[in-house]
């Protein structure tokens, strides 16, 4: 039975890169420049080696958290990834109900090729963020602020680290772009009359480069949501986030898409969980591919972790049961790195599961 042949991320990566035309599976796997920061992510995991604890009644384990006050079933989220329709017919709609069978935290993606209508309509009991971008015609980041507010989206998660797009060169060799039968679908009727050059068959220098920490007063000021500041890597950003009154952060390097070079997130996490002191809470993305590295992660202060490619690898494979699988698999991963590092419930996950003279 095909599906029993995949039991780790791994091997669903491998079945995407098969299946997926070339240049989309480049796409989705793509990192800035030499993609050291890309793979980086993943080595970093590696390099970290935990100090399992015995004898402690692992008999009954559990999972359960909560980020910003919401109970998920697992501390692991999706993060927002662009084009799911590229991997999956139905797209974001499939990524939606696996997420919302599994009660976990489905951060949506600005570029998403289903609307936020969609995504709701699909799974209406999900529990969801938005992930956005502020674009230069300031009322558009405006709309889209309430639209998903109405619909019941229960954070804003704002990228911020995307003031110009990183040089994939895989992308520029294919001259990747969104093919005319998909589109962005929450810019529909909005961007109709751009006519400039365009990004991935997106209008492009929309985006604003020219956002600061100003901004985030004026995102405040449009809305009641928890906002999360996605894309911060150093005790400096970290301390101004908590500063400007946010909620959240999630400690990112885009995947390694945009400064190639930068450090890989889990090398971030601990200087960034030190200057915050449990002001707010402290997300990761980045290279999260085994239940171990879920728990090495946990154990150096994060509140969730969040996957992006591991997802469309999992809707290449077979739509939301191909998520689903993806999500069950990390989940259980995570159960057994637990029980085997002596650990009942994530409240028993700290820093002491770390070996620090190794790093
Ligand atoms: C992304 N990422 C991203 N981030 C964001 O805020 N908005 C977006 O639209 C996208 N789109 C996107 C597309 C693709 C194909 C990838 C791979 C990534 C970044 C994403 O949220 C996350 O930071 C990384 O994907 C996490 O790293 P891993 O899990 O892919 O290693």
Known sequence: DAEMSLICLSDFEAYAKDHLPKATWEYYAAGADDCCTRDDNLLAFKRIRLRPRMLRDVSVTDTKTTVLGTEISCPIGIAPTAFHCLAWPDGEMSTARAAETLNLC???????????????????????????????????????????????????VLTVDVPYTGKRRSDIRNNFRLPPHLKVKNFEGVFEEHC???????????????????????????????????????????????EHGVQGIIVSNHGGRQLDGELATIDALSEIVDAVQGRIEVYIDGGIRTGSDVLKALA????????????????????????????????????????????????????????FSKL
Request: charged share 25%.
């Open 106 to 156: 489905y951060v949506a993606s600005t570029y998403s090729t289903c609307s936020v209508e969609e995504i709701v309509t699909a799974a209406p009991d999900g529990f969801r963020w938005f992930q956005l971008y502020v674009y230069r015609d300031r009322k558009l980041s405006e709309q889209l602020v309430h639209r998903v507010e109405a619909l019941g989206f229960k954070a804003l």
């Open 196 to 242: 400039g050059p365009d990004n991935y068959g997106v209008p492009a220098n929309t985006l604003d480069p020219s956002i600061s920490w100003k901004d985030i007063y004026w995102l405040r000021s449009l809305t009641r949501l928890p906002i999360i500041i996605k894309g911060i890597l150093t005790k400096e950003d970290a301390e101004l986030a908590v």
């Open 300 to 355: 150096l202060g994060a509140k969730c972790v969040f996957i992006g490619r591991p997802i469309v690898w999992g809707l290449a494979y077979k739509g939301e049961e191909g998520v689903r699988g993806v999500l069950q698999i990390l989940t259980d991963e995570f159960r057994l790195s637990m029980a085997l590092s002596g650990c009942r419930n994530v409240a028993e996950i700290n820093r002491n599961l770390i070996q």
